[in-house]
């Protein structure tokens, strides 16, 4: 049978790896709830919709897009908005 690693402290200089969160593109800051949106994801996709809601330091909003569902995205993943 396997044995399971244990965490262990970092040593000095070693990253923790894993997800980092990077600022959300500028653009985020120019939008509100309610308005009306063209979302562009780093892949060329394009969402156009509403946005429902949004946290305060904008790590997850809300886009209720056309024809379909709400979702729930992550702008720090390289999205960025325009108004529509």
Known sequence: MARMRRNR??????????WQQQ??????????????????????RRVLGRVDGMTSDLGVVWVVADGD????????EGLTVAHA
Do not use: K, N
């Open 69 to 76: 569902h709400r979702r729930m995205l992550y702008p720090a």
């Open 23 to 44: 600022p959300p593109h500028g653009s985020w800051h120019t939008v509100g709830a309610g308005d009306r949106v063209l979302v562009a994801f780093p892949d060329g």
């Open 9 to 18: 402290p970092a040593v000095a200089g070693e990253s923790a790896g894993g």
